[in-house]
């Protein structure tokens, strides 16, 4: 909200939501809201696929964009009606990757409500916390999730848990219960359409008046996701429908998408990634997306094929599954992507969209030279919506790998057209600076953020000087026609601090992963007396390597010199790695966002 706002802050956030001078009130977009959006694709291509869904076990529902609209606006009527919700309240979901998921999501936006969705994998006293922040008013729960929300939304006796402010849960999915209501059973039957362009009924009883404060605007708050931080309590993104919206758009203008072409969302959808990239993106453009439980290394090539998919998010820790399956699948005398999978079938898909962690160029030399499919790297974060910038469509495979591989980091590329981007000091002054010069990755546009919900303080800081400060280190070179090709070199925050010289974690992960037989190398930062902090890593090797701890420090030596290189090596067999599919960094902090 913008009530804890002061007035300079509130002005820096505005100047940050400008893209060359352009205000945000001054839509790139012509649609009303959300619901516009879907009643379009409804009327006009009522037989077209839109959502495909493929559960855990393989059982494959398809809804047109008829069929969808339809589930949305009976939704829509049971949350209205059943649940009380109106314009303006935040709606909680405990969920996974489901059809029902994305209606919800849907049904909310209609209203003008927003969706706060919650991240299974973390801890009950994170999520009570995130519940209680985000003020809303109801949890819709999966089923398998139940026992665990009612512990966390009711957990009186425990500390740190307990949600007050959620007034109601309701389940989705499995058997009806008496004790909640049952989102299944109660939207069956209801009316398809609104009354008007107001209050959404239960009967054609004409005598309803119009509720004129449930036709939802593109200013209205559309998501709630909570940042992962390094320290503190995570903090609340305020993402609007224009900004879904507007952000998709510079999404498919990078990308080339279009109506006739489908994704495929594998990463978990209370991300942004997953939302806007293969949700939202598809459906501003008429297109149609798969939706999986979740990435599956060997269901992968064979749904690309069944399902004609043409784009896949992904982040790079599913790059390098995928090369591994690869290769334990040409060990087992299958072929490169699985047994009885031809090749021959692919001629469809286009391209990997990879960002949201740290890229090796090692991994971007073996997964291209083995499959021979163009990885578009990006980068973005929950703060600009989603993706602000990409490796542009129109280069070279040869250009491409040059971006990729030739400058120590690949490159994530140029901003898309909803934003700007640009490098400022780091010391948070304001000075920006030229191209090769380090510094941070600073952001403007349209699809910058509302703002951090309830807290003034870091929206002061990150807006300072009228850019949205990322917090992550790079830099930028420029192509032949201008274009600003950036690079991210770290973390600020995360940086290693040895003696007063700061080294980025990217460059020492980088020359680990040189080291035949290392699969995953953490820089990690301890305690040294004389220095504050000192240089080490965390390893995980491939089954039946053996480097030594000896080894992997003389590699490092020598490509890097003393100051720079590892002084211990801890060796270890579980990757530290969150439900997005991210390696979670040395801070346990996941790289962007």
Known sequence: MSHDLDTKTAHNIHLAQHIDGIPPERRRLPFRNMRHLLSLHAKTAPDKPYLIHLDKDGNREMLTYAEFNARVHQTANFLYDDCGVRRGDRVATIAYNHSETVIIYMACWILGAAVAPQNVTEDDRRIAFILRNSEAVICLVRHDYLDRAEKIIYGDLIEELGAPNIREIITFGGQATEKYKHFNTLVQNLPTTFLGDGAPVKSNDDTL??????????????????????????????????????????????????????????????????IVMTLITPLLVGGSTVLTRGFSAHNFWRTIIEEKVNIVSVVPTLLQFLLEHSRQQQKEGHGLLGENINRRGLTHFRHFVCGAGTLALALVRDFEDTFGFPILHGYGLSETTCYSCHLPLDLTWEERQSWLLDYGYPSIGVAIITNEMAIFSADGSGQQLGAGERGEICIRGHNVMKNYFKRPDANAETFKFGWFRSGDEGFYREDERGRKFFFITGRIKELINRGGVKFSPFDIEEILLEVKGVKVGLAVAFKNDYYGEEVGAYIVLQDGATVTADEIIAHCRNRMGFEKSPKVVIFGTEIPVSRSGNIRSSRNRLRGG
């Open 209 to 274: 008046k119009k509720a004129d404060d449930v036709v939802a605007q593109l200013d209205d708050e559309a998501l709630l996701v909570y940042t992962s931080g390094t320290t503190g309590a995570p903090k609340g993104v305020v993402l609007t429908q224009y900004h879904l919206l507007v952000d998709a758009y510079g999404i498919s203008h990078a990308q080339h998408i279009t109506g006739s072409q489908r994704t495929m969302c594998v990463l978990p959808i209370h991300h942004v990634n997953g």
